[in-house]
């Protein structure tokens, strides 16, 4: 199989560039969180897993090595070819457009010191865009891998040049998530990463219980600007509750009994804000722990509280993952089930026994397609690899 699909890319890559001379795969997962919301950029806890939903890049070199050339890119998702000449990649702004992506990743690599080499790419995808499964990380660092074509950076340093590349080029202030766990993922593992440190640990979750992702498959046009506004937010709390603890510095060093001390001086949405923050990373040791245990009851009852803080307190989800979430919530064989990613649309991730999975996406299909007349995908989390290349052993 997994030869067999890293062939059939390879067969595309010689149809559209006329030779698969020299080309190369790489391979970089989306991702589900499953606790941890909106807590990276507050220094905090995220526990999310790589999936086996990927995006691969067959690259191959298109001329002299360091010399005048072309880069190509070819999406084929948009159907779509781009070029430009290498040399000309640092001087260009961003095109609200999905080659902003690959290009604000040349532009960091070339800031890193590296150069970029002519060379025609084809990218594949199976993360759906938009979903909140982080296709966009994908992208990233896939292209960089690719734009790398084999030569060394060490995987944080990849990590943070992809989230540079976000902030500086797509203009979103992302954490680190989304591209670290693009970059760290591990076969049947969540991964602990700590935002401060960009340390992390693997935890390994019980058996006796899977996760499915719904896809509301709306994103609301509010997604962008409000993942600003809470950025701005947050450190609004933060220079708040420094007036009178000097020595937080993010709201990762905030106790849940400083915040009550200094809630009633904040505005009262942007306390909300720092609750929903301070409580979400109890939430994600909590969990790892009861994880530990094996208490499924409680890991449930967690994902549940975390939906609730991120509707109420810090106001990112929306009718269509609130319906899914309600619904799911009554459907046996459930433990508990949240909005995952940014929010205002993309996916909910449910926590469920592996024999309800069958029924479960039955139902909350119908459900759905009955109130908003749309059909949700459903998605089966399999904790898969981090970013690499693929070889022939690897599964594709
Ligand atoms: C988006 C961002 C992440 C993270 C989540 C919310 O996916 O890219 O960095 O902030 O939202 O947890």
Not at 141 to 150: E, R
Not at 260 to 279: G, I, M
Request: glycine content about 8%; proline content about 5%.
């Amino acid at each position: 199989m997994a030869g067999l699909a890293e062939s059939l890319v390879k067969d595309d890559f010689r149809k559209l560039y006329g030779s698969a001379e020299g080309v190369r795969v790489f391979r970089a997962p989306g991702r589900v969180n499953l606790i941890g919301e909106h807590t990276d950029y507050n220094l905090g806890f995220v526990l999310p897993v790589a999936l086996d939903l990927a995006t691969y890049i067959a690259t191959a070199p298109s001329g002299v090595p360091s010399g005048p050339g072309k880069v190509r890119i070819y999406s084929e998702f948009r159907k779509e070819m781009r070029e430009w000449n290498a040399a000309d990649l640092g001087a260009l702004t961003p095109a609200r457009h999905w080659t902003d992506y690959p290009i604000g990743v040349a532009q960091e690599l070339l800031r890193a010191g590296f150069t970029i080499e002519p060379a025609n790419l084809l990218i594949r995808s199976t993360v759906p865009e938009g979903s909140g499964l982080s296709s966009s990380a994908a992208l990233e660092v896939s292209t960089a891998l690719a734009l790398l074509a084999g030569r060394p950076l060490d995987p944080l340093s990849l990590a943070r040049l992809c989230q540079r590349a976000e902030h500086n080029f797509a203009g979103i202030p992302c954490g680190i998530m989304d591209q670290y766990i693009s970059v760290f993922g591990r076969e049947h593992s969540a991964v602990e990463i700590d935002c401060r440190s960009l340390g992390h640990r693997f935890v390994e979750l019980p058996s006796g219980i899977t996760f499915v992702a719904v896809n509301t498959m709306v994103k609301h046009a509010l997604a962008g600007s409000a993942y600003k506004q809470r950025v701005a937010e947050c450190a609004a709390a933060v220079a708040g509750i420094k007036e009178k603890f000097p020595e937080v510095e993010s709201l990762r060093d905030v106790s849940p009994e400083q915040l009550e001390s200094a809630a009633p001086s904040l505005p009262a949405v942007v306390a909300r804000r720092a609750r929903h923050v301070v409580t979400e990373d109890a939430r994600v040791g909590r969990y790892v722990e009861a994880s530990a245990r094996g208490d499924l009851a409680l890991m449930g009852k967690l994902l549940v509280e975390s939906h609730r803080s991120l509707q109420h307190d810090y106001e990112v989800s929306c009718a269509e993952l609130d319906f899914l979430v309600d619904t799911a919530l009554a459907i046996d064989g459930v433990f508990g089930s949240r909005m995952t990613g940014g929010g205002f649309g993309g996916c909910t991730v449910t926590m469920l026994r592996p024999d309800a999975v069958a029924r479960f996406g039955d139902q909350i299909a119908r459900a759905y397609q009955v109130q908003f007349h749309v059909t949700p995908q459903v998605y089966a989390c399999r904790p898969s690899a981090g970013a690499g290349e693929v070889n022939d052993r690897e599964d594709f």
